[in-house]
């Protein structure tokens, strides 16, 4: 009777922990699970996404092909997917690939824009911020209340509202000429909002973008450094002792904050 008892007892122990164990991981909490259970969890897990074929019962997964590297630092932590895919377009309009090298899509701007976004620029958290709020002089550029990221939260929304208005469609489905004509419209003010200026939206995107294309890839954009190789830019080198008396243009391949990593 004895060991029936405890048995019993060490069942009755063992039935709750497995029940709770069950239940985070439905709920989406186990292995880090409240994490990417959004926006950032659909990116990261898509491409190795588990799918079944119903006919033979075999699992597969869809890797990226062999030899690819893979971006990990490629995922929202601002942005909502549609967000995202309309900055995204905006931003290779802006940027576009061309015979030259590639665009601000290939160079991952939209990545940079977005982490800038959900970080202390976003935030405007080395800035003051509180009242009385006045119109800004030309030079001292946008005075308000408003933080960056509400600013894009607006500007992106009114972009998606002027292209269903004029086109009939969102901005990611429109072409790259309507596209520019909506953008143009945002540029010139042709475009009248109440709760910020349409032009101020678009410097603070084109502005957004260009230091996309050329910040440090640490910062999500760059990728590759292919904006730096556009413009014959080094990069961040650690010395130009080898070239610096030499009267002839030296083509130096870039280098990023990376390379400059102890090795072991």
């Known amino acids: 009777m004895a060991n029936e008892t405890e048995e019993q007892d060490l069942k009755d ?3 709750p922990d497995q029940s709770r164990r069950n239940f985070l ?18 990116l990261l897990r898509s491409p190795n996404k588990s799918t079944t074929n119903n006919n033979t019962g075999n699992t597969t ?15 929202l932590m601002y942005f909502t997917q549609e967000q995202f895919l309309i900055t995204e377009a905006a931003t290779e309009r ?14 991952g701007v939209a990545y940079f824009i977005d982490h800038q976004l959900a970080g202390e620029w976003g935030l405007n958290g080395r800035e003051y911020m509180q009242g009385p709020f006045f119109k800004g002089e030309t030079t001292q550029g946008y005075q308000g209340r408003l933080k960056r990221r509400e600013i894009f939260d607006i500007g992106l929304q009114e972009m998606q509202n002027y292209s269903n208005k004029k086109f009939q469609k969102k901005f990611k489905d429109l072409t790259p000429e309507e596209q520019d004509t909506v953008l143009k419209a945002f540029e010139t003010d042709e475009v009248k909002l109440t709760t910020i200026s349409a032009s101020g939206f678009f410097k ?23 904006g730096w190789k556009l413009k014959n830019f080094p990069g961040n080198q650690m010395s130009y002792t080898k070239i610096i008396e030499q009267d002839k243009f030296e083509k130096i391949t870039p280098v990023s904050l990376r390379e400059h990593l102890p090795h072991s």
Request: no cysteine.
């Open 13 to 15: 122990h063992k039935e």
């Open 25 to 42: 991981k439905n709920t989406g909490y186990a292995v880090g699970g409240l994490v990417v259970g959004g926006v950032v969890g659909s």
């Open 61 to 75: 997964e869809n890797k990226a092909p062999a030899g690819e590297a893979v971006n990990f630092n490629q995922a």
């Open 94 to 107: 802006l940027f576009p690939a061309d015979d030259n090298g590639p665009g601000a899509k290939e160079l």
């Open 204 to 226: 603070t995107l084109f502005g957004s973008t260009m230091e996309g294309a050329y910040a440090d890839p640490l910062y999500g954009g760059n990728g590759n450094m292919g």
